[in-house]
Nanobody, 120 residues
Framework: QVQLVESGGGLVQAGGSLRLRCAAS????????MAWVRQPPGKEREFVAR????????FYVNSVKGRFTISRDNAKNTVYLEMNSLKPEDTAVYYC?????????????WGQGTQVTVSS
């Protein structure tokens, strides 16, 4: 079992920045692909960014490319999402997710989420 806890969300003005943190426990995440997923109000969940076990491969949804950066520190069992140039449409609950092996496929472990609100 992997437990995931997100932090770092909050209220920010458009153009601002936030850094989300996902702390894992229960197992080392070095063999787990990790992802950040968001759910805007009244909409379905959307994969924002994914990162491979070593951190050597990343994937971003087009809407955040060039603005968001996913990274991981396996020694600290932590994954980050650096978000810059935030827009009101980035407002959502952001979830951290994990799966063993490749970052493609169904994610088994999920955190409780952290709210990000971007004001215009």
């Amino acid at each position: 079992q992997v437990q995931l806890v997100e932090s770092g969300g909050g209220l920010v003005q458009a153009g601002g920045s936030l850094r989300l943190r996902c702390a894992a426990s229960g197992r080392t995440i070095s063999s787990y692909a990790m992802a950040w997923v968001r759910q805007p109000p009244g909409k379905e969940r959307e994969f924002v960014a994914r990162i491979s076990t070593s951190g050597g491969n990343t994937f971003y949804v087009n809407s955040v490319k060039g603005r968001f950066t996913i990274s991981r520190d396996n020694a600290k069992n932590t994954v980050y999402l650096e978000m810059n140039s935030l827009k009101p449409e980035d407002t959502a609950v952001y979830y951290c997710a994990a799966r063993q092996g490749s970052f493609v496929g169904e994610y088994k472990y999920w955190g409780q989420g952290t709210q990000v609100t971007v004001s215009s």
